[in-house]
């Protein structure tokens, strides 16, 4: 399962029963807590662990759908070496003796 609950550190606040745009996390009304209800649904689109306050969602994204988005995401800028003759000092130290 990629989404779990960390109970320890839930507030049952319902953040991430609210937010789930699929509806896998359900609402337990005797113990007024969260549960996933419906992993197999899960779009692993993180917003529960995004609008949990309390880091009580652990989320894992599969390497199926790590592999799916990849492509999408923006390359990465190799970084260059900092130059600092391009940044000339403000304020010169005064020199001892």
């Not at 337990?28 to 197999?40: C, L, S, V």
């Not at 923006?74 to 020199?95: G, N, R, V």
Request: net charge negative.
């Amino acid at each position: 399962m990629s989404v779990r609950i960390l109970y320890n550190n839930c507030t049952s606040c319902g953040e991430c029963y609210n937010h789930c745009p699929n509806d896998i996390i359900g609402w337990n009304d005797e113990k007024n807590i969260p549960y996933i209800a419906y992993p197999e649904e899960c779009s692993h689109c993180g917003v529960c662990a995004l609008e949990c306050k309390f880091d009580a969602i652990n989320h894992i994204i599969p390497l199926a759908c790590y592999v799916d988005i990849n492509p999408f995401m923006p390359p990465l800028k190799q970084p260059q070496e900092f130059d600092w003759k391009k940044y000339p000092l403000q304020a010169q130290i005064p020199k001892e003796g």
